[in-house]
Nanobody
């Protein structure tokens, strides 16, 4: 019943910014666990980009540190990835993974992914 709906991807020029959203909907969520953003470019392995723990601590890949910021708004059931100073190498499909306490148990959910293209 629970779904993760991602939005915010698109085409942006180098140096520009995008904000990705990952919203949980369709069920009763009683608690929010860790969330991780991943990305995968064609022909490359999936890469961990950023994560936020249940307690709010954050971690980032070295390649995005200082440019990306992960945050959470529990009232909106949404996790965000703010991406600044974007580079062509950031081009990839971005997906979120969330641990949610739903219907009496912890479950892991994936979003379908959203395309980010950085090009002049």
């Amino acid at each position: 019943q629970v779904q993760l709906v991602e939005s915010g991807g698109g085409l942006v020029q180098p140096g520009g910014s995008l904000r990705l959203s990952c919203a949980a909907s369709g069920g009763s969520v009683f608690n929010f666990g860790a969330t991780t953003w991943y990305r995968q470019a064609p022909g490359k392995q999936r890469e961990l980009v950023a994560s936020i723990s249940r307690g709010g601590s954050t971690n980032y890949a070295d390649s995005v540190k200082g440019r990306f910021s992960i945050s959470r708004d529990d009232a909106k059931n949404t996790v965000f990835l703010q991406m600044n100073s974007l580079k062509p190498d950031d081009t990839a499909v971005y997906s979120c993974n969330r641990n949610l306490f739903v219907s009496g148990r912890w479950e892991t959910y994936w979003g379908q992914g959203t395309q980010v293209t950085v090009s002049s």
